[in-house]
């Protein structure tokens, strides 16, 4: 486990978060918070930053953003994976992103390793972000869920 020095102690300066009408706030914070992650997780953090090109801070604030959503903001119903039909289910092993989503998070991307991101476009990469990551996780429940049905064959590694 690492443990977070002084100096790499996460400091979370603000935050956004959409409000109802779909304008963008800022939330002032001085909320300081040290964590004990496992090595490997702290690697992985590390890496991510220095391929973002941001420090470790911002790095962990945008991981937390992407995973955590806002007690405001209901994730969508969906039914279990267990629960599909096997249609359904094999439809869900192939769900993409919309193309224009994707085009926008690899533009977005793009300007973030470039350095011109403004905060309104990082806001929005974390967002599209957040869609890909959620399509991520239900499309691997969706596969796992079709191999354990038989209706097709593991991954190969």
């Avoid at 400091?11 to 939330?27: D, N, Q, T």
């Avoid at 994707?102 to 991307?109: I, P, S, V, Y």
């Amino acid at each position: 486990m690492t443990k977070f020095r002084p100096l790499e102690t996460f400091w979370k300066s603000y935050a956004i978060l959409p409000e109802p009408i779909g304008r963008l706030r800022r939330l002032s914070m001085s909320t300081q918070v040290t964590l004990t992650i496992p090595d490997k997780l702290y690697e992985y953090a590390q890496n991510w930053a220095i391929l973002t090109r941001r420090d470790m801070a911002e790095t962990l604030t945008d991981a937390l953003t992407l995973v955590i959503t806002p007690l405001e903001v209901k994730p969508p119903v969906e039914l279990p994976v267990n629960e599909l039909s096997d249609h359904q289910l094999l439809a869900l092993t192939k769900i993409k992103m919309k193309k224009m989503q994707g085009q926008r998070l690899t533009e977005l991307l793009a300007k973030q390793s470039d350095g011109t991101l403004t905060h309104p476009e990082r806001y929005e990469m974390l967002t599209l972000a957040q869609i890909y990551g959620q399509l991520w996780i239900r499309q691997a429940e969706a596969l796992a869920e079709s191999v354990r049905r038989g209706l097709r064959q593991p991954l190969e590694a």
